[in-house]
């Protein structure tokens, strides 16, 4: 429709006008010794054509082109804009409910909650009655524990624990968790003061506990 269009525009500018007869030409005269013509009416003059109609109804029609193109572009930008905003809100509420999900399942595991408890292998409190250098490990000690109350698990209570910790001595309470059996635990809590507040959640996480599966 465009190149019809502009063809339309280069014929309407090349073309020359159209000569129009003059009004009231009169016939040549015949010689003197024919007959005398006869009267005849004026011819009335031709309407001239305007050159510049046709350049107009083209430029109507390059107008009304241009405006569909454009109508049709920005429909189609905003169809584009749309499934892309769909598409990224739908990607932030799934990175959200990730993330919500995430934190959720921490909390649920944190130690001293039920869910930690289902997991662990031994949680357990008591005094601390050795505390022994490990040959070959610059600044690693192993700690046994004398355990007085179990939440979770039992047997003898020992575990390493680096330099860089607070040190134990002898003599000291603590309370200590962990989940995967390994020689360092998840959790130490030292002094009587800080183990006293969490006793009783323990107690009560411990029995919630009971019938949880790990997962």
């Known amino acids: 429709m465009l190149k019809e269009q502009l063809t339309l525009i280069g014929d309407a500018l090349a073309g ?3 000569a129009a007869p003059a009004a009231g ?7 003197a010794a024919g007959p005398r013509p006869a009267r005849t009416t004026p011819a009335t003059p031709l309407r001239r054509r305007s050159r510049y109609r046709p350049l107009k109804m083209a ?7 241009a405006a569909a193109s454009l109508v049709l572009g920005l429909g189609w930008l905003v169809s584009q804009n749309g499934t892309t905003a769909g598409s990224a809100d739908r990607g932030v509420a799934s990175d959200a409910r990730s993330g919500a999900d995430a ?18 292998r031994l949680v357990a409190e008591g005094e601390v009655t050795a505390v022994e250098r ?6 690693t000690s192993r700690i046994t524990v004398r ?4 939440y979770k698990g039992d047997g003898p209570v020992a575990f390493l ?6 040190p134990l001595r002898p003599g000291d309470r603590v309370l200590v968790g962990t989940t995967d059996g390994g020689p360092y635990p998840d959790t130490v809590v030292t002094g009587e003061e800080d183990i006293a507040l969490l006793r009783a959640g323990l107690a009560v996480a411990a029995s919630e506990s009971r019938g949880l599966t790990c997962g």
Request: hydrophobic share 35%; aromatic share 6%.
């Open 59 to 65: 430029l109507g029609g390059l107008a009304a082109a």
């Open 134 to 139: 490990v040959p070959g490990a610059a600044g």
């Open 147 to 150: 355990a007085t109350r179990y």
């Open 161 to 166: 624990r680096d330099a860089g910790e607070v």
């Open 16 to 18: 020359r006008e159209e």
């Open 25 to 31: 030409e009169r016939p040549e005269e015949a010689g």
């Open 103 to 120: 934190k959720e399942d921490a909390g649920s595991r944190a130690f001293g909650t039920p869910g930690y408890l289902a997991c662990a």
